[in-house]
């Protein structure tokens, strides 16, 4: 088992809606969670951090479920700037990069 | 700012040559990455430096050596490259207290 698995989609959207993207990791000492956002043949960006009580940041809205360990992205209002691939990342450690491990991504396509 | 730098950006190899990947930042950034990034697979971590003078292998190793050289500069050797090293490579860097990894735009090696 991959120790962080996405749907790897695509998800096709009409601009407008709203999407969900769920992750699940399988290492429980996971501490500190992330989407970062790849634009096709472009290098990974940070898209946001996920904090244990669910944080928002603009249309982007992350959630954090431990006992279940998964974490989710909800992209509200989707804009065709959106389209790109959805990577979630983990780590078993706090206030550092070290030890990311990322997930193989979930590809959104908003269209008109 | 230049943030990360890589090269070169493109690169084609015949089996059993060698080649070194650069990367410096300029960020004053600890912490130096290096990932290869293949369809289906996601980024994989090759090997990492938490700071100047240390290097420690990551998830795939085999087949790289790294330098830390200074603060700035890590790079990544290819002694005798095979065909199953043909994929993009992004080196990454990040700061003390932060889980985010800044990455370069990354090297396409083809491996013939």
């Known amino acids: 088992r991959k120790e962080v698995e996405q749907d790897p989609g695509p998800f096709n959207v009409p601009e407008g809606a709203t999407v969900a993207f769920n992750c699940t990791y399988s290492n429980s000492a996971s501490q500190s969670f992330f989407w970062y956002r790849q634009d096709c043949r472009k290098e990974p960006k940070l898209l946001m951090s996920?904090?244990?009580s669910g944080n928002e940041d603009g249309r982007f809205t992350a959630q954090l479920n431990r006992a279940s360990q998964y974490i989710s992205l909800l992209i509200r209002d989707s804009k065709l700037s959106d389209s790109a691939t959805y990577l979630c990342?983990?780590?078993?450690?706090?206030?550092?990069?070290?030890?990311?491990?990322f997930g193989t991504g979930t590809r959104l396509q908003v269209t008109l | 700012n230049a943030g990360v730098t890589q090269t070169p950006k493109f690169q084609v190899l015949k089996t059993g040559q060698s080649m070194t990947l650069q990367c410096a930042q300029d960020?004053?950034?600890?912490?130096m990455y290096w990932y290869r990034q293949d369809p289906g697979m996601g980024l994989r971590l090759i090997y990492y430096?938490?700071?100047?003078?240390?290097?420690d292998k990551g998830e795939v190793p085999n087949g790289y050596n790294v330098s830390r050289l200074n603060k700035r500069e890590f790079s990544l050797r290819l002694e005798s490259a095979a065909p199953s090293q043909t994929s993009v490579y992004f080196c990454a860097s990040s700061g003390l207290g932060t889980g985010e990894a800044f990455f370069g735009q990354g090297t396409r090696l083809t491996v013939v």
């Open positions: 430096s938490a700071s100047e003078g240390t290097t």
């Open positions: 960020m004053n950034h600890n912490s």
């Open positions: 996920v904090y244990s």
């Open positions: 990342v983990v780590t078993p450690f706090t206030g550092t990069a070290s030890k990311l491990t």
